[in-house]
């Protein structure tokens, strides 16, 4: 690690391999369909190796849907809270499923898909069509930002905006409420869900229930058997294939950023300033709020040495959290964050100008191969 360049993530494929192998055996035991929602994990590179366990990906528009088409060509699904038409033409071409967030982006896109199922001869596989929708079970507690159940939220069809019946070529149901939580919570949601939607489960005409992701389901101690049992009361009461598309579970402590301490300053306490910042490399640290776990440190004021952890940029409330060492930290030195495959690579930024971490894959047999170095054309490419 001494060798790498910082700021750099560096992606750990045994534990990658370690959290996929939990997620297929999930698949077999149960039948249901696993699927990477690539909004928390893009690292296509590693697409053909998580191809041999998953069933295939989940995207949030028509980028996503290429890249998952294009890198890992399995199943495809795509679901956003709306579509342009433009995007549509190619989605119809390249998704399994299409999942809308409401009836009205259902009829303005359905002639399309209908034109190009109608097309397709009988061994093509046709665009099956769902309608995602919000159950109203808040189970995450004080986190709005990340609760599609909370009041007012865009996400999903209520109960009160549902019709009696569906449209005839609507195929499949979408929820997704949870953000990491355990089984207990998804059992509460779909219990709640299935007392306002389980008629429309019933019918023939539905052939899939999609979960969506929030299910950690590789943490230590989640209720494995209990999602297990689940999925098998859904799929034998309502003779429906079932899917999942996790993202944080796929990579959860699959990766780290490596930083270098570049100074140290002092206002009351001491404050590193990293070569790594909250606000362009780990925006989760600002947005949910929460603090990373760093190699070899410990709550602030527990060991002897307690630091301010902050980095280069301009912001003010750029700080990572307070953490504290049981030795002095030096100019130089460097610090390891954990948990740092998800929500990070897919939602960094150049803000100030500060350089992209490079991507850094530390393989099976502890050797690392830089898979991806950033430089200013990358900065500049995307103003003008
Ligand atoms: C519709 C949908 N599916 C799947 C996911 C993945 O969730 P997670 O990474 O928490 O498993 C999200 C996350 O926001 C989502 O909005």
Redesign the pocket.
């Known amino acids: 690690m001494q060798e790498l360049k910082t700021p750099c993530y560096i992606i750990d494929e045994k534990k990658l391999k370690e959290n996929l192998t939990i997620l297929r055996d999930l698949e077999q035991k149960s039948g249901c369909h696993v699927l990477l929602?690539q909004?928390?994990f893009s690292m296509y590179r590693l697409y053909p190796l998580m191809g041999e366990y998953l069933s295939g990906t989940?995207a949030?528009g028509l980028y996503e849907a290429r890249l998952g088409k294009e890198e890992m060509g399995k199943e495809n699904h795509v679901?956003a809270p709306a579509y342009k038409k433009d995007d549509m033409k190619e989605l119809v071409e390249i998704c399994d499923h299409i999942i809308f967030n409401s009836f009205s982006q259902y009829e303005t896109h359905r002639d399309m898909i209908q034109a190009h199922n109608t097309a397709l001869n009988e061994k093509q596989k046709k665009v099956s069509i769902g309608i995602?929708v919000n159950p109203e079970c808040s189970t995450q507690g004080e986190h709005a930002i990340?609760d599609?159940c909370a009041s007012g939220s865009r996400?999903g069809v209520t109960k009160a905006n549902f019709p009696d019946t569906l449209p005839a070529d609507i195929e499949g149901l979408?929820f997704?409420t949870?953000?990491?939580q355990d089984s207990d919570d998804l059992i509460k949601t779909f219990h709640v869900f299935e007392e306002k939607f389980g008629s429309y489960l019933k019918s023939e005409q539905i052939k899939w229930l999609n979960l969506?992701?929030?299910?950690?389901i590789t943490r230590k101690g989640y209720h494995l058997k209990e999602l297990e049992d689940l999925i098998s009361y859904i799929k034998e009461t309502y003779q429906v294939e079932v899917y999942l598309?996790?993202?944080?579970?796929?990579a959860l402590n699959a990766g780290y950023l490596l930083t270098e301490v570049m100074d140290i300053v002092k206002n009351d306490l001491d404050i590193l300033i990293l070569d790594a910042s909250a606000a362009c490399h780990m925006p989760d640290v600002l947005e949910m709020p929460y603090r990373p776990p760093l190699k070899d440190a410990y709550p602030a004021g527990e060991k002897k040495y307690t630091y301010r952890l902050s980095s280069l940029t301009c912001l003010a409330g750029d700080v990572i959290g307070d953490y504290s060492f049981e030795k002095e930290i030096h100019i130089g030195d460097r610090l390891l964050f954990e948990d740092m495959a998800?929500?990070s690579m897919v939602k960094n930024n150049t803000f100030n100008g500060i350089p992209l971490p490079a991507i850094v894959l530390r393989k099976e047999d502890g050797t690392t191969e830089t898979i991806k170095e950033f430089s200013y054309e990358d900065f500049k490419g995307r103003l003008s």
């Open positions: 929602a909004k928390a989940t949030s679901f995602r990340y599609p996400l979408h997704h949870l953000c990491e969506g992701g929030g299910h950690h598309e996790p993202g944080e579970a796929v998800i929500y």
